[in-house]
Nanobody
Framework: VQLQASGGGLVQAGGSLRLSCAAS????????MGWFRQAPGKEREFVAT????????NYADSVKGRFTISRDNAKNTVYLQMNSLKPEDTAVYYC???????????????????WGQGTLVTVSS
């Protein structure tokens, strides 16, 4: 099982990026998925999560109103649209998938069984 995150890069403050996370090796269409990030010198933190159908989402307060998580189960892919980016959004972004079918969306890292390799987002001021 692999989760391949992509879409990171360098962007100016106020700009936008769209991250993608494509899963292979098994389907996650019945499983919640999420995004986390880790800034230099800091611990990994929750960013956003989405339930198996896409009907329910949850966000960290720091990104609420600026980021949108979505999924395409036919493509086994989850996305993170990031708008109005700030320098403090600079981090390595990781996608994650839970092994629990039909589980609710969750912000707890321990609820996720599969992790991608991360993609670097750098926001310049």
């Amino acid at each position: 099982v692999q989760l391949q995150a992509s879409g990171g890069g360098l962007v100016q403050a106020g700009g936008s990026l769209r991250l993608s996370c494509a899963a292979s090796g098994r389907t996650f269409s019945s499983n919640p998925m999420g995004w986390f990030r880790q800034a230099p010198g800091k611990e990994r933190e929750f960013v956003a999560t989405i339930n198996w159908s896409g009907s329910s989402t949850n966000y960290a307060d720091s990104v609420k109103g600026r980021f949108t998580i979505s999924r395409d189960n036919a493509k086994n892919t989850v996305y993170l649209q990031m708008n109005s980016l700030k320098p403090e959004d600079t981090a390595v972004y990781y996608c994650a998938a839970s092994g629990r079918r039909y589980y609710t969306e969750t912000d707890r890292p321990t609820d996720y069984d599969y992790w991608g390799q991360g993609t670097l987002v750098t926001v310049s001021s």
